[in-house]
């Protein structure tokens, strides 16, 4: 086992994936002499040369329309948008084309792209440099969605987006760049766990916790706080966000008989809406209370002063647990 940075564990499954297939290659602006803004692709040009890890002008439609072109040409690019909010220049290029070739095709074409998006905030950025997007996408049919919350699951899971045959979006929680934690780097791919599952981090009995990407760690959090006041949460990490893996949600949930999802985006048409939909369908009979969804205000981005208001935090979500449970009343539910 390797103790490493989240960053340096998504460094690490993209020089594996260069060194397994010669038609791998990375694009991206500022990816290559300088490893990018985070250092994510750090030291991979100087290793597997400027002809696969490629330095592209400042133009997301562009870098997404020669990367549909290599994929066509069998190659399995993987693009960088270097921030979030970058990736609406590209979202023609992502929902028209890219999503819907293999179908267009009758499945004669596929398009192997992995699209790497540094997402969400709390790192104290300027407009644009900390949205998040995936709702768009998880929307779209043809993308498969992804965001890995572990070093281990970084390292994993963007060695599978890339060997997908699939074009996979692949949410990155930038303000977990730095967070360590042990990554077995000799385990074959065969043996892990698939992108598409969900993950049990905590078991509970009272509480089902769901959350993906930056906000998997303040659940834990949660977990712990509400322990010592007597409440079992079962937080589960989504890790794949499209498709859903239902059943072990819905499992949980038949267990626990509550619902609380959490995530960054806004509310309204978010993630968290689909979850909650689709479990009420699966597990009406079993629900003790209406889900709740903890997540963030129905407003842009604030700027860096004012974020630490709009990101869902441990109060806010202990809130949320707390109107699951029937702690509170509807009134001080609806003012949180």
Excluded at 142 to 148: C, I
Excluded at 172 to 193: I, N, T
Excluded at 254 to 276: D, N, S
Aim: charge should be negative; aromatic fraction near 6%.
């Amino acid at each position: 086992m390797t103790v490493m940075t989240l960053a340096g564990a998504i460094n690490a499954g993209l020089r594996a994936a260069l060194a397994a297939d010669p038609k791998t290659m990375l694009m991206g602006e500022d990816i290559g002499a300088l490893g990018g803004v985070y250092r994510v692709t750090d030291g991979l040009q100087a290793e597997f040369g400027p002809r696969r890890v490629m330095d592209t002008p400042l133009a997301e439609s562009g870098i997404l329309g020669t990367a549909v072109g290599l994929g066509y040409r069998g190659y399995r690019p993987v693009v960088e948008i270097q921030f979030d909010g970058f990736i609406f220049p590209a979202f023609d290029q992502i929902v028209s084309q890219v999503s819907r070739t293999h179908a267009r095709t009758n499945g004669v074409v596929s398009l192997p792209i992995t699209i790497r998006v540094p997402f969400g905030g709390g790192i104290g950025s300027a407009e644009h440099h900390s949205e998040s997007p995936e709702a768009y996408f998880a929307h779209t049919p043809g993308l498969r969605v992804v965001s890995p919350s572990t070093p281990q699951d970084a390292f994993t899971m963007i060695q599978q987006a890339i060997a997908s045959n699939d074009p996979v979006l692949f949410f990155e929680p930038k303000r977990r760049y730095h967070v360590k934690g042990e990554v077995d780097v000799d385990r074959p791919l065969a043996d892990a766990a698939p992108m598409g599952g969900a993950n049990v981090v905590v078991t509970g009995s009272d509480v089902t916790l769901l959350a993906y990407g930056p906000l998997v760690a303040t659940a834990m959090d949660a977990a712990t706080a509400a322990r010592a006041e007597g409440i079992s949460i079962e937080v589960i990490d989504l890790r794949s966000l499209a498709p859903l893996d239902l059943d072990t949600l819905a499992a949980s949930v038949q267990k626990t008989g509550r619902l609380v999802v959490t995530h960054e985006a806004p509310g309204f048409g978010g993630l968290g809406a689909e979850i909650v939909a689709s479990l009420t369908e699966r597990c009406f009979e079993y629900l003790e209370h209406a889900p709740v969804r903890v997540t963030g205000f129905d407003v842009p981005y604030p700027p860096a002063k004012l974020e630490r208001h709009y990101l869902p935090d441990l109060d806010r979500i202990m809130d949320g647990v707390d109107r699951a449970l029937g702690r509170v009343g509807a009134e001080a539910g609806a003012a949180s």
